[in-house]
């Protein structure tokens, strides 16, 4: 999984500095929101089975009972994607540290040199 972040990072980069100097802060915002969505349905996919999904939404910090509910859902990978457990075990910080890039930040340091 870190080889496809790696890669979208990439792209995003890219994509960013060539296209994000347009004055289209809410766009970058949303498309931000889309691609980290993704990623955690990626995840959640690559989990497969419920006593898999559980144990990794364990070690990555989310209480016993929330991993349990979240794990067992019968609920797809989409509508999954954004439950609480999800996004507590793969939040924008685990994602930045696995590398992911935001469009949003890349955006601000067009536009204000931060």
């Given at each position: 999984m870190t080889l496809q972040i790696h890669k979208l990072t990439q792209y995003l980069r890219g994509w960013g500095y060539y296209y994000l100097i347009a004055n289209a802060y809410q766009l970058t915002v949303?498309?931000?929101h889309w691609i980290r969505r993704r990623i955690r349905m990626r995840y959640w996919r690559q989990w497969r089975k419920p006593r898999t999904k559980v144990r990794s939404l364990m070690k990555l910090g989310v209480s016993e009972?929330?991993?349990?509910a979240c794990g067992i859902t019968s609920k797809g990978p989409c509508r999954s994607s954004k439950t609480k457990g999800i996004n507590i075990a793969l939040g924008?910080?685990?994602l930045a540290s696995q590398g992911l890039v935001s469009?949003?930040?890349i955006w601000i340091n067009i536009h204000y040199g931060r």
């Open positions: 949303d498309l931000d009972p929330l991993a349990i924008n910080d685990y469009l949003r930040d």
